[in-house]
């Protein structure tokens, strides 16, 4: 199977995007590959650290290889990991990637803790993992919000900024405020995507993968135009717990009396993969 990297470097040159979506349990990580495969398009699955202590780290790691066994091009990240332990856990536990989130913490201390993590990454035994690094600010809670987070306009991600990080850090991957939010507001659609600002990083840091998240309710069209200008990997996390939500309660409402979970909860996972599905063709537009 092809290395993270190498399918990062194939989406970069042809301004596509790999999607990532994050999992709680198995039957969204059945739903979320199923719909990959089913389109014939790798794609990555993360975990917080939350998502991560309820599904279990190496239970994760588990999904994952026995996906591979069977022929699944399927990639796992660490998703907004706060700690330099908890990304060096993962990393030895087989994770194909790993997120330090350092956005809370001054330019120096983000910097200094994420080299650290990319230097262990680095180790022999490790090499293959890629880091990930995230520079400005998008809040911080994948749900329903009557607001856009406070700060978020004002962390924004500049090109020197990036340059700065890159450098000093080694990551691989850098995530970025360019007008993305975690979370979707209720009623409407997110803000709108700074096209300029990630055109002007991308051609700050050309070796670097770019990556969004906060993707959920973003308008089609800026979709579009941020992968073109130069994002490489697309997050969707909210949409996919409302989907799930939304088929679970229609599911239990169908037969208030069923008591096995493979049937109340298959709604939830058809709707999985329609978001999924959805969102992949619009990431692999060119």
Request: charged share 25%; glycine share 8%; proline share 2%.
């Amino acid at each position: 199977m092809r290395s993270l990297r190498e399918v990062l470097n194939i989406a970069q040159v042809h301004n596509v995007a790999v999607g990532h979506f994050n999992i709680s349990d198995s039957t969204q990580f059945n739903a979320i590959v199923e719909a990959a495969t089913s389109m014939q398009l790798p794609v990555l699955v993360g975990v917080s650290e939350g998502e991560k202590n309820f599904i279990g780290l190496h239970n994760a790691v588990a999904l994952v290889r026995a996906a591979r066994e069977q022929g699944k091009e399927v990639y796992l990240n660490l998703d907004h990991a706060h700690s330099v332990e908890a990304c060096k856990e993962a990393i030895d536990a087989g994770f194909d990637s790993v997120m330090f989130d350092g956005s809370k913490l001054s330019f120096e201390e983000n910097v200094e803790k994420t080299r650290e993590v990319v230097e262990y990454a680095k180790g022999d035994q490790n090499a293959s993992v890629l880091v990930e690094g995230e520079l400005g600010y998008i809040g911080s809670s994948s749900k329903m919000l009557s607001a856009v987070p406070e700060d978020v306009e004002q962390a924004m991600t500049t090109a020197e900024q990036a340059k700065r990080f890159v450098e000093s850090t080694g990551v691989d991957i850098l995530a970025t405020s360019v007008g993305n939010i975690h979370g979707m507001l209720k009623g409407t659609t997110n803000p709108s995507l700074d096209i300029n600002r990630v055109s002007e990083i991308a051609r700050a840091v050309p070796s670097t993968f770019l990556v969004l998240h906060g993707g959920s309710g973003v308008v089609d069209s800026d979709f579009t135009a941020v992968i073109k200008a130069g994002m490489s990997i697309v997050h969707i996390n909210t949409e996919i717990r409302r989907a799930y939500r939304k088929g679970l309660e229609q599911g239990l409402e169908v037969d208030k009396e069923q008591i096995a979970p493979y049937k109340y909860l298959a709604q939830g996972k058809s709707n999985v993969e329609q978001v999924v599905q959805d969102r992949m063709r619009l990431f692999i537009k060119s």
